[in-house]
Every structure is written in structure tokens, then in C-alpha cells.
């Protein structure tokens, strides 16, 4: 088991390897010379020259990977074009709201999305089953944006119940940061609740089918207990599995649930990164957000090995 | 307020002595020498002071200095600093401070600095609080230059950060305004702040615009950057924020049926809309090509699309100054008006020899102003057969971009919209876009001696009727020569909750006597 | 069977003990069975309809600006109202839908011949797959819209851009799709019969393969198609996407953002065209999966 995780671990990194050569080749492709742009409007050609050289701009692709990469194993993520300011302290500014944001829409989608999928699996072809069919493709279908602004407006405008933008820290009080996450939270997470229902569904009927729950429920043992111990149990892989795949949706959503929501995170840094073509902000967050990602799915592999004895790797 | 739940939001009831401001764009950097920016110049306000500052009638006043001395020729100005000035880390503000900071602002003042370093022959440091001016020529209009409110004001750094190139950002924001800023607290693109400067000492006057004591009562003034003119609306409505610079005009009267709100003008002078275009490439190098679009410009249709259909709003203008100003004139104005002529435009570029190739127009699409032109831009240059290359940006990638001279194709551009608040376009002194110099003008570049030699007569006439002369021919020649195509007279509105007072009217947010009650 | 023709000594036939079964039309049976194809389908064939006689269907230019007659609400001449550059919203709606499913179309396309490409190279190639397999698992860990997004950030706006863009951001997942495939069918004894004869690889993957990816790929191929339509709509929406001057679902709702409490018909038209339309894709995907094969309900 232990050398399982080790192995495990240690197969990230090549993945990583390659999204850091990925991300590099973005600014190296990218059109617009970053020494131009340093050298500022008035510079003669010679200026720009110097710079270019100062900055290494004139050594080959893999030498400036390796220095890149160098930079970046050290906390170094280069500097903003835009801004001046170091791309780790944007970062670092902004990492509070939208990791408050995604670990909350989780664990509300799980909360959800799991009793959900088991009521409909057990239910199977009842109007419960319907109905939660019908609302996991409507879900999947209704833009995350649209959906926003429909809870802003309902439940910011005319109840009043929540704020309409915003962001407090924890540190700030636990309510108001909790309040200020809910509307963005249940418009992230609607998509996520869908997905990981129909999985959950799916999954569970399978399971419910097969033999060793024929035999449990021939031993007798209660319903309630059979489904939840027995039958999710074993549900678990492909239920975890999509949990871990839907955190690269959690990430897209969170770009445009932030700019709806006017919370300061780094999907709000991402969109105006774009605009600006501020290269390496871009980078950053791309390679944090897939460091995340990987990170998760890691968490998950391992994690099967928890729920189903037979998986080895 | 209805109210579901028993705590009260505690991010909304901020408490009455820090003010939430939405402001018109967003604060991507703050070098007000560097960029002209309203959104910089508007929160470089607050950090740094002025010598000079003007009040609403555009008279400037002393701020900084406690008096002047002008020779009767007008070639020698001795100032006078006030006592017990300080920067924010607690050093004296001194006379090499000032030297080094007009110095840096000389170089980038097209239509004051600029003029005024030519015949300067010396600007020295006198002793710790005073200092003086030689100049070889006679300049009556000095306080004007060292106290207006265009882009960029001459605010006063200390030495050791003045002396930062002028072509390059500054990265310390150190200066002897009423509000310290808190660097470690901005957010660019979301949130800056600025603290109450204990060792501030405002004048005993009442302030009117930049001039007078500018007293703050607040803590803490919070800048909040809302992209989305939605998502500001119902903050301001839910009270999440205090005061929103630039609601949009469709916005209005929702804003205005909500009990806690209120809205009003913002500024009575307005402000101008502009098609800027850059003279030093094909085809608008040649003048015809650039009067062919000014022949199918329809400002109509622009200010419709900037302030919507409330046609109070906003006025045709057939020339560069703003309207119900003493120096307002309409000579040489028809291009703008009457019938728009879209085949004789055609014509006039195909002589200009123009075959088809991209016009590349930046558009900042996160600004509503400039969107909005831009997509009629496209529109209208459709419609007269050119190639148009719709380039979407935000408003500080426009602001970098504006400044290359690069070929278009290059990374340098043709047209980009913006506007001049009308304080800046009452007559030449401020007035930086309409400068034709060429090389040293607002971007775009435009040169033209007819225009130059008519500023320059405005600048020596000796009387009211001798500036008129000057101000019409001045209009009838940047219209000839198109320096740049005004697309409208507009006025926008400015919203704050009720609870919120002394909000005056004026070209830009003044938050000194603001309270909250 | 006619009853004269039956041979001596056979026994009389049985009576008939069940009633006749009424016989449907097999059309009727096919609606029946699979009514998640039917609708889904018919959605889809509507919205192609409307994309391809977008000019017949009662539509005014769509860029034509008319700022006199801005923010009109919905009227019998504005049938979804005009937005706030006097545009009409019914016909930028209508030919937004090109926008969109020439999109997702081609996405859903692209990335099964792409993946299926790689994913046979891959499978068959021992040298490559190390290589290739690695290299998809480094572009799958970065996060679709994150990818599309940074890709969008070299390029200019255009819709052949968004179209790679996200296309790029897609085919891994079928590429590793198609080498399970590969990976499980090289073991079958008539493909191992083939490769023995001698077989040219490309006539093994022609006959013996492909058929085989046929139906995940079409599934699949569809799912890919309504993630496509969001993740344009999602870029256009945060200004990355398809140019502002060309009317696509994603940019109406951009710029009727900010007026939304005002004038929500200008989101609101878009979405619920954009939701038909993923919605239908979507139904039609879940359909084809079940019709074809059920245990794909786990992978996809």
C-alpha cells in the first residue's frame, strides 16, 4: 500500500513536467516582446537590446525552460506585465476567496448530489426518478452565469437575504463569510450536483443489480443499511472518480462565478489576465489550477484503494 | 430594507467612517504622470497634493504654496511653500521635492509643461521653501498650468521618486495628500485603499474642487472595482456600496426608484466623446481618408449608443469646445453636420488609396463609454467599405497600446475611443488632445502648424475678443485637419445612497467634506 | 402458413391463445423505445433548421445598428426586443445559433477523428504510447476552460480560433478513450489472426477497429458537443471568445450583462435558446448511449 502511494505520487510528476512545458511554451509563443514592453515607449532598439539580453530572452528554448522551471521550483512565478507586482503575491492575494469558494460548493454538491442519486437509483422509474433526471440534464444545460444571476436577483434584490458581490474573509466573522459564499456556491455548484447525481444514480442501479446485493438482501439485512453500507460502498469508485474529474469543471465555472458574483479570486485574475495578455499571471494560475487538479485526482486514486480493497496499482 | 435573517450583513453596515466608491474603471496602476487616465488622476487625488488647485470656476487658487511673486513680465515666478508640509513617511515636503516633481511633469505636459520647459532657462530650489522660475519668454498663464485639473496634474513626489523617468512607472506612492495609500492592500482589478493621513493640514478655506481644505471624514475611503454594471447597481441598491461614479444611464431610473438612493448630474460641463485616430500611418496619414469618416459620422448615433435615449443628456457638438462655456464656437463645424454622405466618404478614400487593409480600432470593452463607440465605429466604418479589425482589450491594455508608435499591423493601432471631461476642453491651457505637434502630441500624433499657430495666438491674445478670433479659426482648422473627431457632447450621472452627503458636482469625484451620516 | 398446405398427419395448429398484438408502425416503436433520441434529435434537427434558413425566418441584419430604437422591449415588430445598440435581438438570437453549433459540431468532430487518430497510434505503437499517454495526461490536467482560455490569449477572437481552441482542450479524453478500445481489441483472436496474416495495420484499424469505437466515439462525440457550446458561450461571455461584432449566444448575454434587472430579455432570450439546444444535445447523447450500449452509463 505504501509503495503503491509512493509510485502514485511519483507519477505526478512527469504529468506536471509536462503541463510546466505547456505553460512555458504559451509565453514563448506568445506574439509581443516582453522587453518592448519593459523598455517602455521611448526606448531606441539598442535599450530594448539590453534589456532582451538582461532578461536571457536570446538563449535557447530549453535553457530558458530549465531557468524558468528553476524559478518556479523556488516560489518564483515571474512578474506581471501589467502590474509590476510579483505574480506569486497576486496569487497569494486572491487564493483565499476561490478556495473557500470550491471547498464549499464540494461539499455542498456532495451533500446533494449523493442522497439524490441514491433516492433515484432506489426509486428507479418512479416520478422521484424522473424528476431527478430531469433536473441533472437541466443542470447540465442552464449556463452557470445565467443561473447567478437569477439567484442574485431573487434572493439578493427582492428578498434580501444575501449580499449581491462581494467577499469576507473568515477572519472577518464566520456568518457574513458564509453568507457572502452561499449564492455564488449554489450557482457553482448546480452543475457539479447534476453531474455527480446521474453518476450516483447510474453507478448504484448497477450496483443494486449485481449479486452480492441479491444475496444481502436475502440474508435479511435491512434496506436502509444494505444501500448505504453495501451498495455505496462499492459505489464509491466511479462515484469518486467523477468527484475528482468535476473539480476541472468546479475551476472553469469559478472563473465566471466570480466575475457574476464580484469576488475577488483568481478566476476573476484569470479573465482580466486574458484581456490584458498578461502572460505571466496566465501562466501562474494555469499551473496552480492544475497542480490543484492533479493534486485532487492523486487524493482520489488513493482514496480508491480505501473504499475497494481489490485496486492495485 | 426587508430583512430575512436576524444578524445584520456585516460587510454591508460598514460603519460611517469608511466610504465604499465604485469607480468608473478599473486602478491598474498609479503614476498619474505616467498615464492620463481619469481613474489615476481621481484616486491620485487623495495621495498627493497640488501647488496649485483650480476651484469650480476653473481659477486656480493656492494650495501648497502660501503665495507667489511674478515679475510684471511674466518671465519670473517666485514661489512660496506653506510650513510644516509632510510626505507620508513623515520627511518635509521641500523645494527640490517640487523641482524634481514639475520637472517630471514638464516632459509630459503637452500643452502647458512642455511649452513652459521650452523657455524655461532655469527652475531652481531657492532654499528649503521657495523656488522660482526664470523663463525667456513670458508665460501669464503659470498658476493655470501648475493647478489644473486635466491629465496629468502636477502632483508633488518626493525628490528620490520624482525622479523616476518620466517614461516609466513609479513603484512607491509616497505624497503629502490627505490619504495615505495602502499598497498592501491592493488588489488590482478588484479593491485599493486608502488610509486618513494623520499629519495632513488642510487649508482654512472651504474647498471647492481642488482647491480649499480638503478635509476627510472618513478612516478609511474603499475603492471598489465592479466591472459589471449589474452587480454594481444591486450592491449600491443593497447598500454594499456608498457611492458609484458612473452608473449607467439605463440604469437610471431603476436607481432612481429606490428610496435610499440618489442621482444626479455629475458634472454640468459634461464631458466630450472622441474618435481618436493616428495621423502617422496609412491611410489616415492622408487627411482625406480621415475626413472621409468625419463626412459619415453620425454623432447621433454615438451619444445614442453612450447615454441612451434620454435626449437631455446629451448635444451635438460641431467643434472641440464644450458648449455653454464663454469660448464655445461652431465655426467651421459642417462636416459634423447635416445629412451624413457615406458614398462621397468612399470616394474620398478611394483617392486617399485606400485598398481594403485591416483597421485595427481598440475597443475596452470593460468600459461602457468606450464600448459603446467602438461598436459603432465598426459600424460606421462598415459602412464605408472598410476592412475593420475589431480588437477587444480592457481599458488599461488600451491605455498602453494607445502609446506605441508601432506600424498598426505591428502592435500599434489606428483608432481608439475615449473622452475628455469638458473641464478639460474650455479653451487650449488644458486641453492636451487637441495639441498638433506631432511628435510630442496626445496620442495619435497629429500635426498640424495651422492648428499650433492658432493655439499659440489664443495663448498671446490680449483680450476676451482677441481669443475669440483665435478660438474659432483654432476650431475651423482642427476640423479641417481633423486632429481628432469629436463624437458627441454627453453628461453622465454620478449615484450615492442618501445617507451620504456633500456630494458636490464636479469633473471628478471630490470626497473631501463627504460625510456619512 | 396457409392452412392447406400442411402435411398429413400433422397435428392441428394451436389455437390462438394470446390476443393479435397490434401491430405499430416501426417508427412508432422506435419513438417508444428510445424517446430520449426522439426529442433530443428533433431539437437538434429544429436548431440546425433554424441555423441554416437563418435568413428566411423573419430576421433583419443582425449588426445593423439603430441606436434611435435601443432597448425596445419585446413588440410584434421586435419579437425579442432590441438591445442597447438598437440591434435586433430575434435575429442576432437566430444567428447566434450558427455561431453555436458550428462550434460544437465542429468540436465533436475534430476531437473524435483527432482522438481517434492518436488513440490507435497509441494503442498499437508500443514505443509511442509512453510518450503520447503521458503528454495527454500533462494536457488533461490542465483544466479544459483554463486551457481554451490561455489559448485564446495568443491568438485574435475569431470563431476558428475558439473552435482549436477548445478542441485542443478536448481531444486527450477521447484519445484515451479510443486506446482503451485499442488496447482491448488488440488481444481479440481475429485481430491477432489478421496481424499474424500479415495485415497492413491501417486495413486491421479500418475493418477490425474503428467500427468497434464507432458508438463511445458518437456518444461521446455528442457530450463533447454541448460542452463545447458552454465553454464558447462561457468565453465569449468573459471576452475571450468569438468577436463582439459577430452576434453568438455567449456575446448577447456579455453585453446584456449589466442591464439585467432592467432588461432581462437580453440574457434571457439567449439562454433559453442556448439551454434548448444543450439540453437536446445532451438527450440526444444520453439516448444514443442507451440505445447503443448501457454500460457506457458508468465511463461517460
Known amino acids: 500500500m505504501f509503495a503503491f502511494a509512493i509510485r502514485r505520487v511519483l507519477s505526478t510528476i512527469p504529468v506536471m513536467l509536462i503541463v510546466a512545458l505547456f505553460v512555458f511554451s504559451l509565453l514563448y509563443i506568445a506574439p509581443g516582446d516582453p522587453a518592448a514592453i519593459i523598455a517602455g515607449d521611448q526606448a531606441t532598439p539598442a535599450d530594448v537590446e539590453r534589456i532582451r539580453i538582461s532578461l536571457g530572452l536570446d538563449r535557447p528554448y530549453l535553457v530558458r525552460f530549465g531557468d524558468w522551471l528553476w524559478h518556479i521550483l523556488h516560489g518564483d512565478l515571474g512578474t506581471s506585465i501589467f502590474t509590476n507586482l510579483p505574480v506569486t503575491h497576486m496569487i497569494a492575494q486572491r487564493i483565499e476567496p476561490t478556495l473557500s469558494l470550491m471547498l464549499m460548493t464540494v461539499v455542498f454538491a456532495i451533500v446533494i448530489a449523493i442522497p439524490l442519486g441514491v433516492m433515484a437509483a432506489w426509486k428507479h422509474g418512479t416520478w422521484i426518478d424522473r424528476a431527478v433526471m430531469v433536473f441533472c440534464v437541466l443542470g447540465f444545460s442552464v449556463p452557470v452565469f445565467v443561473v447567478g444571476y437569477l439567484l442574485a436577483y431573487i434572493f439578493a434584490l427582492q428578498l434580501d437575504w444575501l449580499p449581491v458581490q462581494g467577499f469576507t474573509p473568515i477572519e472577518d466573522g464566520f456568518w457574513p463569510f458564509l453568507q457572502g459564499l452561499i449564492l455564488p456556491t449554489v450557482a457553482l455548484g448546480l452543475i457539479y450536483v447534476a453531474l455527480l447525481a446521474r453518476i450516483t444514480r447510474a453507478t448504484m442501479l448497477d450496483v443494486l443489480g449485481q449479486d452480492y446485493v441479491r444475496t444481502a438482501k436475502a440474508k435479511g439485512v435491512g434496506q436502509r443499511q444494505m444501500l448505504f453500507v453495501h451498495a455505496l460502498k462499492n459505489a464509491a469508485v466511479p462515484i469518486i472518480t467523477v468527484i475528482g474529474n468535476g473539480v476541472a469543471l468546479l475551476i472553469g465555472g469559478a472563473v465566471v462565478t466570480e466575475s457574476v458574483f464580484a469576488i475577488p479570486g483568481l478566476g476573476r485574475l484569470t479573465v482580466d489576465a486574458i484581456l490584458r495578455r498578461d502572460y505571466p499571471v496566465i501562466q501562474g494560475v494555469v499551473l496552480l489550477f492544475s497542480l490543484t487538479y492533479v493534486l485532487v485526482n492523486l487524493a482520489v486514486d488513493l482514496l480508491y484503494t480505501v473504499f475497494d480493497p481489490r485496486i492495485r496499482y | 430594507m426587508a430583512s430575512g435573517l436576524a444578524a445584520p450583513n456585516l460587510a454591508r453596515a460598514a460603519g460611517n467612517n469608511v466610504l465604499r466608491f465604485v469607480p468608473q474603471a478599473n486602478l491598474a496602476n498609479l503614476d498619474p504622470i505616467w498615464t492620463t487616465q481619469y481613474v489615476v488622476r481621481n484616486g491620485s487625488l487623495l495621495i498627493w497634493d497640488t501647488l496649485y488647485g483650480v476651484n469650480d470656476k476653473l481659477e486656480p487658487q493656492p494650495q501648497m504654496v502660501e503665495g507667489h511673486d511674478v515679475s510684471p513680465d511674466f518671465t519670473t515666478w517666485t514661489f512660496k511653500l506653506r510650513e510644516r508640509l509632510k510626505f507620508h513617511d513623515g520627511t518635509p515636503v521641500l523645494s527640490r521635492d517640487v523641482v524634481a516633481s514639475i520637472n517630471r511633469w514638464m516632459v509630459r505636459d503637452a500643452p502647458m509643461g512642455v511649452p513652459i520647459k521650452k523657455r524655461t532657462d532655469a527652475l531652481e530650489a531657492v532654499d528649503d521653501t521657495t523656488f522660482r522660475f526664470r523663463l525667456n519668454q513670458p508665460y501669464p498663464k503659470m498658476l493655470f498650468a501648475l493647478g489644473k485639473s486635466s491629465t496629468p496634474c502636477l502632483f508633488i513626489m518626493p525628490e528620490r521618486i520624482a525622479q523616476t523617468d518620466p517614461y516609466k512607472q513609479i513603484s512607491e506612492y509616497i505624497g503629502s495628500g490627505p490619504m495615505r495609500f495602502r499598497k498592501d492592500e491592493w488588489i488590482p482589478g478588484s479593491a485599493a485603499a486608502f488610509e486618513k493621513f494623520a499629519g495632513y493640514v488642510p487649508r482654512p478655506e472651504t474647498a471647492s474642487w481642488l482647491s480649499g481644505g480638503k478635509r476627510i471624514n472618513f478612516d478609511r475611503i474603499e475603492w471598489h472595482i465592479l466591472p459589471d454594471g449589474g452587480t454594481a447597481s444591486a450592491a449600491l441598491q443593497n447598500g454594499e456600496v456608498d457611492w458609484w461614479e458612473t452608473p449607467l444611464s439605463d440604469l437610471v431610473p431603476l436607481l432612481r426608484k429606490s428610496p435610499n438612493l440618489a442621482v444626479d448630474i455629475a458634472d454640468p460641463l459634461g464631458n466630450i466623446g472622441s474618435f481618436r485616430i493616428n495621423h502617422l500611418y496609412p491611410p489616415f496619414n492622408d487627411v482625406r481618408a480621415r475626413r472621409a469618416v468625419q463626412m459619415a459620422l453620425s454623432q447621433a448615433d454615438y451619444m445614442g449608443a453612450v447615454v441612451g435615449d434620454d435626449p437631455a443628456l446629451w448635444k451635438p457638438l460641431p467643434g472641440f469646445f464644450t458648449p455653454d462655456t464663454p469660448l464655445y464656437t461652431e465655426v467651421g463645424g459642417e462636416p459634423l453636420e447635416g445629412k451624413r454622405d457615406y458614398e462621397g466618404a468612399k470616394k474620398l478614400l478611394a483617392e486617399a488609396g485606400y485598398k481594403g487593409e485591416p483597421i485595427i480600432v481598440l475597443v475596452a470593452t470593460d468600459v461602457q463609454i468606450t464600448k459603446a463607440q467602438g461598436d459603432v465605429t465598426a459600424d460606421l466604418l462598415k459602412k464605408i467599405g472598410m476592412n475593420v479589425q475589431y480588437t477587444a482589450l480592457d481599458w488599461g491594455t488600451v491605455g498602453q497600446r494607445r502609446a506605441k508608435k508601432d506600424p498598426p499591423a505591428q502592435g500599434g493601432w489606428h483608432i481608439f475611443h475615449t473622452w475628455h471631461a469638458g473641464a478639460d476642453c474650455v479653451n487650449p491651457a488644458p486641453y492636451t488632445a487637441l495639441d498638433a505637434s506631432g511628435d510630442t502630441a496626445w496620442f495619435g500624433w497629429p500635426k498640424s502648424d495651422a492648428v499650433q499657430a492658432q493655439i499659440a495666438a489664443w495663448f498671446a491674445a490680449p483680450d476676451f475678443a482677441a481669443e475669440k478670433t483665435a478660438i474659432d479659426k483654432l476650431n475651423a482648422a482642427a476640423m479641417d485637419d481633423v486632429v481628432y473627431i469629436p463624437t458627441g457632447f454627453f453628461k453622465g450621472y454620478q449615484a450615492w445612497r442618501k445617507n451620504v452627503t456633500g456630494v458636490v458636482k464636479a469633473p471628478f469625484p471630490v470626497f473631501w467634506d463627504v460625510k456619512k451620516v | ?300
Request: charge should be positive; glycine fraction near 8%.
Open chain 3, 1 to 300: 402458413m396457409s392452412a392447406t398446405s400442411l402435411p398429413a398427419g400433422a397435428a392441428a395448429p394451436l389455437p390462438d391463445v394470446l390476443p393479435p398484438v397490434r401491430q405499430r408502425g416501426r417508427v412508432m416503436t422506435f419513438v417508444v423505445r428510445h424517446p430520449t433520441i426522439v426529442a433530443g434529435g428533433t431539437l437538434v434537427a429544429i436548431m440546425v433548421f433554424i441555423a441554416v434558413f437563418a435568413p428566411f425566418l423573419g430576421t433583419v441584419d443582425p449588426t445593423a445598428l439603430a441606436p434611435a430604437k435601443r432597448l425596445r422591449v419585446p413588440s410584434d415588430t421586435y419579437w425579442f426586443g432590441t438591445d442597447m445598440l438598437g440591434r435586433d435581438i430575434y435575429s442576432r438570437v437566430i444567428y447566434g445559433t450558427r455561431v453555436s453549433l458550428l462550434v460544437g459540431f465542429s468540436v465533436g468532430i475534430l476531437t473524435a477523428i483527432i482522438g481517434a487518430f492518436i488513440g490507435c497510434v497509441s494503442g498499437f505503437v508500443r514505443l509511442l504510447d509512453a510518450i503520447i499517454m503521458r503528454a495527454m495526461d500533462g494536457l488533461m490536467s490542465i483544466p479544459p476552460l483554463l486551457l481554451a482560455i490561455a489559448l485564446m490569449a495568443l491568438t485574435r477572437a475569431s470563431v476558428q480560433n475558439v473552435i482549436v481552441a477548445i478542441t485542443v482542450a478536448e481531444f486527450p479524453r477521447v484519445s484515451r478513450l479510443v486506446r482503451g478500445i485499442v488496447l482491448s481489441l488488440r488481444e481479440q483472436p481475429y485481430v491477432e489472426a489478421a496481424v499474424a496474416s500479415g495485415t497492413r495495420l491501417p486495413v486491421i484499424i479500418w475493418r477490425h477497429i474503428l467500427p468497434n469505437t464507432l458508438a463511445p466515439l458518437m456518444v461521446n462525440a455528442t457530450f463533447i458537443c454541448a460542452s463545447a457550446m458552454i465553454t464558447e458561450a462561457i468565453l465569449s461571455f468573459i471576452g475571450a471568445g468569438t468577436p463582439p461584432i459577430i452576434p453568438s449566444w455567449g456575446n448577447i448575454m456579455a453585453e446584456g450583462r449589466a442591464l439585467w434587472q432592467v432588461k432581462f430579455y437580453i440574457v434571457f432570450f439567449p439562454a433559453v435558446f442556448l439551454s434548448i439546444t444543450v439540453l437536446a444535445v445532451n438527450m440526444l447523447g444520453d439516448g444514443l448511449r442507451d440505445a447503443l450500449d448501457p454500460r457506457l452509463a458508468k465511463r461517460l
